[in-house]
């Protein structure tokens, strides 16, 4: 198929694209993965990494994702597009989805809206060949339709980052290359995703006020799911919230700090303020603490400022509800509820 020959050929370039994108998120301390230490329930998809992910060089073309995606019968997927786009380019490059080879063109010549219109139209196509399996289809659009058959003929038609690797490896052995693709493509995308249920409250109506002065909350309470395997992930015993380093974190009513602590994993530097004999507000990842343990705080005094310490990929508040310390994840209460959002 002449476009997957297209496609083949290019892929040593987009190789090196993605690769020097990686090392300028590295040295810039931006995108690192989460691990999972003492935590405080988050995981690879929990959110954390979406504040901030979508730059505004791929958002001002999201007319143009949701124009192509809408024509090619795929309007569900414009976030994973757009996040196809934070890979590929940052949207810093005029062939923003690094798409002109598929149609037979040389590197770099399409246009933004040019290189959005066929790279919607190869993504739809490889999602197709993958049955609507997302992640296949990812890899596909980075390694070519072949990983598709490769997958059909070796793991059940099912994707996996260790397949990717054979089919690179494989690939690199056949045609004599240093370097075929990116097997890492899937999670590089997915980084990049919205999380299920970011939404935008105004104002809370519970006993708790609101912990931020403006309230974008990113993540729920309860077991997670992959927002697009459905795959199960750890409980997440929080509400997380948007916010910048600029941001105070607000204590939701009176009451005394009963920790206030330092570390650079799990939650991070956090504060947990007892309100009650059997109620708690525990804040979490700030970056700065600005009260100690024995502190009488009101409600709405700072307590430190908004950050990304501990097991975090981004700023965000973590934010909990418990009835005794020590408490396990499923035992806590969904802060959403005593909130009133
Ligand atoms: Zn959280």
Redesign the pocket.
Known sequence: MKKTIGFVLFLPILFVLALSIVIVAAVSGGDNITTELED???NLF?G?YRFNAINKEVERYRPYFERYAKENGIEDYVEILMGMTMQESGGRLADVMQSSESLGLPVNTLGPEASIKQGVKYFSQVLDAADGDVELALQAYNMGNGFIDYAKKHNNGKYSKELAQQFSTHMKNRLGWRVYGDPNYVDNVMRYLEPVGGTDFAGGSGKWALPLKNIRVT?GFGPRTHPITGQKGKF?G?L?FACTPADDILSVADGKVVEAIHSNVGYGNYVTVQHGSNEFSRYAHLSRIGVTKGDNVSQGDSLGKCGTTGSSTGNHL?LEHLTKLGQRHQDKIDPKKTLGL
């Open positions: 405080t329930g988050e929990s954390e993540s997440h929080g997380d973590h």
